[in-house]
């Protein structure tokens, strides 16, 4: 895939997402405020911060394609490890927020009426975020998007929290007891807040330069060994910055090898490097001359 087609497809997968939730979160809240269920608002509060979240994602994936400029040598890739970061700090808000709700609600117990409209509304929430949530997810790892990866976090934590809601529903009209209707609501915001926590220290390891997982550099390493005429290479450094991955290594040549030759090998590596870990990496790689570096060789 191209870098091109790469940006299209994530910003059209964006768009989905915009989309879905603005229509749930306009369902949710009108049928939660007329049955008077506030398991059922404060979905529709989950909702409203997962398309906060979707708009904040669209924004990021599309300011963090920008080529570089004077002040952004590396490019905008972190615009998409910030959003995640945003989107992680609303989700702390919502969570804190539906607590509060439900704990009025503690204290003033009233009956929900027509929760017949409210379970439909959580059953058709389930289906349209496993369907979308499963096409961000598809797509982040397919593009190394952290934007649509925490977007589609978000909705796969909405699936789970309906499901939460639907039963709590049905056990309300079932039982007629009135408290599960906040307890719901306050283990949805467990659930919410939990989701919350774990976007916030993966964005914090984005944002603070943290090296690429084992895996990669376990490739980056087998790439340089099964490169013939490389004696040894030191001071691999990886870094994250959106979707794309930035790396630079030394490696060590024989020092009687023409110039040209050193060009073509660092090309080929180069171009394995992208092979293997997808087009989006911006790689720097410094040649030296076998000898003058002690005890870095592959031998």
Same mark, same amino acid.
């Given at each position: 895939?191209?870098?091109?087609?790469?940006?299209?497809? $994530? =910003?059209?997968?964006?768009?989905?997402?915009?989309?879905?939730?603005?229509?749930?979160?306009?369902?949710?809240?009108?049928?939660?405020?007329?049955? !008077? /269920?506030?398991?059922?608002?404060?979905?529709?509060?989950?909702?409203?911060? &997962?398309?906060? /979240?979707?708009?904040?994602?669209?924004?990021?994936? $599309?300011?963090?394609?920008?080529?570089?400029?004077?002040?952004?040598? #590396?490019?905008?890739?972190?615009?998409?490890?910030?959003?995640?970061?945003?989107?992680?700090?609303?989700?702390?808000?919502?969570?804190?927020?539906?607590? #509060?709700?439900?704990? *009025?609600?503690?204290?003033?117990?009233?009956?929900?009426? #027509?929760?017949?409209?409210?379970?439909?509304?959580?059953?058709?929430?389930?289906?349209?975020?496993?369907?979308?949530?499963?096409?961000?997810?598809?797509?982040? =790892?397919?593009?190394?998007?952290?934007?649509?990866?925490?977007?589609?976090?978000?909705? *796969? /934590?909405?699936?789970?929290?309906?499901?939460?809601?639907?039963?709590?529903?049905?056990?309300?009209?079932?039982?007629?007891?009135?408290?599960?209707?906040?307890?719901?609501?306050?283990?949805? /915001?467990?659930?919410?807040?939990?989701?919350? #926590?774990?976007?916030?220290?993966?964005?914090?390891?984005?944002?603070? &330069?943290?090296?690429?997982?084992?895996? &990669?550099?376990?490739?980056?390493?087998?790439?340089? *060994?099964?490169?013939?005429?490389?004696?040894?290479?030191? *001071?691999?450094?990886?870094?994250?910055?959106?979707?794309? =991955?930035?790396?630079?290594?030394?490696?060590?040549?024989?020092?009687?090898?023409?110039?040209?030759?050193?060009?073509?090998?660092?090309?080929?590596?180069?171009? $394995?490097?992208?092979?293997?870990? !997808?087009?989006?990496?911006?790689?720097?790689?410094?040649?030296?001359?076998? !000898?003058?570096?002690?005890? =870095?060789?592959?031998?």
């Amino acid at each position: 895939m191209t870098e091109e087609s790469s940006n299209a497809l $994530k =910003r059209r997968t964006a768009w989905l997402s915009i989309i879905s939730n603005t229509t749930l979160v306009i369902l949710k809240l009108i049928v939660g405020l007329y049955t !008077g /269920a506030v398991s059922l608002i404060s979905e529709a509060a989950h909702s409203g911060i &997962d398309l906060v /979240a979707a708009i904040i994602a669209f924004y990021a994936v $599309k300011k963090a394609v920008e080529p570089p400029d004077k002040e952004h040598a #590396y490019g905008h890739g972190k615009y998409e490890n910030l959003s995640s970061a945003i989107e992680a700090l609303l989700i702390v808000f919502a969570a804190i927020w539906i607590v #509060y709700e439900a704990a *009025q609600k503690m204290k003033h117990l009233t009956e929900p009426e #027509y929760l017949e409209y409210g379970i439909i509304i959580m059953g058709i929430s389930i289906v349209v975020n496993y369907f979308v949530s499963k096409r961000l997810m598809h797509v982040a =790892r397919l593009t190394h998007s952290q934007a649509l990866e925490a977007d589609g976090l978000h909705l *796969q /934590a909405d699936i789970w929290t309906s499901i939460g809601v639907l039963f709590g529903l049905v056990a309300i009209k079932v039982t007629g007891w009135l408290w599960i209707d906040p307890v719901i609501a306050i283990i949805v /915001a467990t659930i919410i807040f939990k989701a919350g #926590y774990d976007m916030t220290v993966a964005s914090a390891k984005e944002l603070t &330069d943290m090296s690429l997982p084992s895996e &990669d550099e376990r490739i980056l390493s087998d790439i340089f *060994q099964a490169q013939p005429e490389i004696r040894g290479f030191h *001071q691999l450094r990886t870094r994250r910055s959106g979707a794309y =991955r930035i790396l630079d290594v030394h490696i060590l040549l024989d020092r009687e090898m023409p110039l040209h030759e050193v060009h073509e090998i660092c090309d080929q590596l180069e171009n $394995k490097i992208k092979q293997s870990l !997808g087009t989006m990496c911006d790689v720097t790689i410094h040649a030296e001359p076998y !000898g003058d570096v002690p005890n =870095r060789s592959l031998k």
